[in-house]
């Protein structure tokens, strides 16, 4: 009989999501195995068009020190600043964003490096709490040739 040619007319669909034996465990999403409940998956550069996240977590990537930041290791970056510390940004690629939280455990100050051209609003680099124990809120957005500054919050 052969195999049927599923692109015969555009009535026919294919189905993006089989689940396996295990019923809500895993499922196929494509050619991407992704796991369902409490796993942790990567599903690559997906496309996600009209979605709604219920109830989500991010990771917080702790560090200590001068610190280049990496996105791969999350969008939610807690920098401990115990001496006067670099904060080195990962060069501006379009649609990026991400936060630096800086908590001190020291009266240091910060010096921001990196980001391909890094712009803050006004044209001036924001001055630091700097207060053991206190905490400031960074958010950072790209267009692919800057980074933008701007403070969520300080002297938390």
């Known amino acids: 009989m052969g195999v049927p040619n599923i692109f015969a007319n555009a009535t026919t669909s294919i189905p993006l999501v089989q689940l396996d034996q295990n019923f809500a465990t895993n499922a196929t999403l494509g050619n991407a195995s992704v796991g369902l409940g409490n796993t942790t998956t990567t599903v690559g550069n997906l496309t996600l068009t009209n979605t709604t996240v219920v109830n989500y977590t991010e990771t917080i990537q702790a560090t200590t020190g001068n610190v280049t930041i990496s996105l791969a290791n999350g969008t939610f970056q807690n920098v401990a600043i115990n001496a006067a510390t670099t904060i080195t940004l990962p060069a501006s690629v379009s649609g990026k964003s991400f936060t630096v939280m800086a908590s001190y455990t020291s009266n240091s100050t910060i010096t ?45």
């Open 112 to 156: 921001w490096a990196g980001g391909t051209t890094l712009r803050w609003a006004g044209g001036t680099t924001p001055t630091p709490t700097a207060v053991n124990g206190k905490v400031d809120i960074f958010n950072f957005y790209q267009d692919g040739t800057s980074t933008f500054g701007a403070i969520y919050g300080q002297n938390f």
